[in-house]
């Protein structure tokens, strides 16, 4: 019983413990993000955080919104109300869909492979090695990660929004023979400046969260190179359910205000 | 003598496991110690813990005369500009090439301009007898390249105290030797304190002006390579010195 209650109490101590240098990790980084002596590395960041992500992003949003327009526009066709396929792309991608697919790719992507760059960092003890240059493994490796984050995932998303328009227009004009006037003014019909603005903050919030959950996983990792796969599932698993968590926390709170 | 580092009563454990249990050391200003001790018994743990990179449970650790533990970032950061490591694992960075490594100190610290670090870079790799190196990453090199390397960029930047991880280690007998010489010819050039871990007795033997055996967490003996040649009752040591004079 006292053992229950020594090993409950251990696992809810490991929670704050990981969530408090989350948090510290997160500050930290933002604190860093513009005192970095060496910026020039951002736009590797960049390039890697946001272009490589581009072609799965293009592919992903315009099959879906095809297939969003598939499945509803015969739906509502019985009722005569096949028009509004267009909204239901456009309403639930701008707010909910479109954020969260961008900060998956970004997490399955990219925040796999920083955990593991870090973590394999951390093993061979170059982290220790920059430390003792007195460089501050946050500042020159997370924050301008988290910089590059912050920009690319919004971009994204609103990459992944015109693009899921296009595949739902491809498949509700060309397939379904809606008109192509009346398909784009119900497609813009429900959504407005509010919801571009929900869907960017959304993406900024999970950029943080990936990027930070991925970085701290690699400064954590221990025990050589089975280490370095775990940081990495767990980075990915982790960011997985933060994103989730974060999305439905968010969604209540634009809901309320 | 001035005391360059000084651990009192250092104390540090991983989980339940104790690593280091009271130790107590003094270095010298100017001086080559020798850590010896067995595999694991936290003579790297030991090194790291002097800069500052790993939290002690009790202890007093001072470098230069000032406090690391329990210091701001920014204070240990200052320190450690003063100190340069060479790592077990040369620990060189592995997406950033020779030159960068090398200068990593100046890129990071300084406002020089490439070309000025390129060519403080050049004027050490020289010295290690590492030219034409610059451009490479560090994978495509040898360990005992990567050791040099990992020498220079320790040193460029002519910091006060150098820590030697195993500095021989997993290298082959003639690049072990070389690497003796190069360790030897830079504290005579440099007149750098050194504290240098080791199990290779005639890197020991060549190099310290103090041996100290760390044992069960403490400093069990200390002295000059005379001294516990003739003294040690440690079976390591003992066993050391039968390797030696085997040769
Ligand atoms: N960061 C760490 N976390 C947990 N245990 C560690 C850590 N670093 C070292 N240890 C353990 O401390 C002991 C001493 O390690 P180390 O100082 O590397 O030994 P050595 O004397 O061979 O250099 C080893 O048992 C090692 O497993
Ligand atoms: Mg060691």
Redesign the interface.
Known sequence: MLKLTTKIGRAILDYISYFGSLTMLTANAFKDMFTVKKQTNIFKHLNNIGLNSLPLVVIISIFTGMVLVMETAYTLKRFGAEIYSGSIVSVSMIRELGPVFVAIILAGRVGGAIAAEIGTMKITEQIDAMEILAVDPVAYLISPRLFAGIIALPSLFLVSFFLAITGAALVGIVLVNIPSGMFFYQTFRFIGPRDFVIGIIKSVVFAVVVIAVSANEGLRTSGGAVGVGKAATTSVVVSFFLIILCNLLLTGFFYFI | MEKIISLTDIWIQFSDTPILQGLNLDVIKGESLVIVGSSGCGKTVLL?TI?G?IPITKGHISLFGEQVNGTS?NKI??L??R???V???S????SLTVWENVG??Y???TDMTEQQIRSAVREILAEMGMENFENLLPEQLSGGMKKRISIA?ALISKPEIIFYDEPTTGLDPIMADSITKLIIDMRKKYKTTSITVTHDIKLASRISDRIALIDNGTITEIGTFEELRQNSKNQLIKSFLIAEEAK
């Open positions: 790291k800069l990179l970032k950061m200052e450690r500009s100190v340069g490591m790592f077990q694992s620990a060189l960075f592995d990593f100190y890129l990071n610290h960029r």
